[in-house]
């Protein structure tokens, strides 16, 4: 039968035979891999003995609602660790971070090297962060916006989205980058404002305050699934919800729906004075993400198109 995910009912027999590697087994990545179960192979990357290859990696890929997934032990950040991946899967998705140092991703640059070691893989999907665009004072931003990363982390996600690419058009790959926000989730590990709230972190008054931008990690799963099959070439794609909040309604939406008492509002300056350069960092961008490609060409159907559903907690 015809589903969002799969809209043409039972996949073509070429898409039956499919191998998807998952690189960076966390929890989105096992949210993927639920979606992706019953219809093709499926092998996951996962933290070898000498490194982690994801801060998020499991011991083991078998989880809850995941069986026969493929174990593949390995480290992006030692490279002759990765040589087994070489032709070992025709769908790639890449949710793995890039190292904490450094002006560029060598974990991206190890794992592209090494699928190209055999007969590449038919598409690949990489998560990059909506971060690359930098400060946007509110506006809403397209995928055709220049990038502006302000942090080095950033920075290394835009290097990684160009190997990505550059790795499409030498190999002949189906290569998609998602430009991910926030990603939330009641059954998420840190998925809810839950413990920031508890704390009594302050956020910034209404003067001050920037947008910001969610997708729930369910929609996020469903998203890299339809890229893998409906990804445009060398194409990138806002992925985020519906939603046009400032941080300071965020976090007032989740305290109302979790019972708990509104943040403080403070003013730039006192947190200039008085809050962590970490969340200074989150407090200092501003932009509204347009995601109509998300809906028009992937053909995402939001379940939870504003965090006032998502963050419901299931009781």
Not at 3 to 13: T, V
Not at 107 to 136: E, I, K, M, W
Request: glycine letters at 8%.
């Amino acid at each position: 039968m015809p589903s969002n995910l799969f809209p043409l009912g039972a996949l073509p027999s070429r898409f039956r035979r499919a191998r998807v590697l998952i690189v960076g087994y966390g929890d989105v990545g096992v949210r993927v891999a639920r979606l992706l179960a019953p219809r093709v192979r499926l092998a996951a990357l996962v933290r070898g003995e000498l490194g982690p290859s994801d801060p998020g990696a499991a011991g083991t890929p078998e989880r809850p609602g995941v069986t026969a997934v493929q174990r593949l032990r390995g480290d992006l950040d030692d490279p002759v660790s990765l040589r087994r991946l070489a032709g070992v899967a025709t769908h790639v998705v890449h949710l793995a971070p890039p190292p904490a140092q450094g002006g560029d991703d060598a974990r991206t640059a190890a794992l592209l090297r090494a699928l190209a070691r055999r007969t590449p893989p038919r598409a690949l999907v990489y998560a990059s962060t909506s971060g690359v665009y930098g400060d946007c004072a509110g506006a809403l931003v397209s995928e055709t916006t220049a990038l502006r990363p302000l942090t080095p982390r950033a920075a290394r996600r835009v290097a990684a989205e160009r190997r990505v690419r550059d790795f499409g058009r030498r190999a002949g790959v189906r290569a998609s980058v998602l430009r991910i926000p926030g990603i939330y989730a009641p059954d998420r590990a840190g998925g809810t404002p839950r413990a920031r709230l508890l704390a009594g972190t302050p956020v910034l008054a209404a003067d001050d305050d920037v947008y910001t931008n969610h997708i729930h990690a369910d929609d996020l799963a469903r998203a890299c699934v339809l890229a893998l099959w409906r990804g445009l070439p060398l194409r990138t794609v806002n992925t985020n919800d519906d939603s046009q909040l400032k941080m300071g309604e965020y976090f007032d939406l989740a305290a109302d729906l979790l019972g708990l008492d509104r943040p403080p509002r403070v003013a730039r300056a006192w947190a200039m004075e008085h809050m962590s350069p970490t969340l200074l960092s989150f407090m200092s961008e501003s932009r509204r993400l347009d995601n109509t490609r998300l809906k028009r060409e992937l053909g995402l159907r939001l379940r939870h198109a504003s965090p006032a559903s998502g963050l419901l907690e299931k009781k």
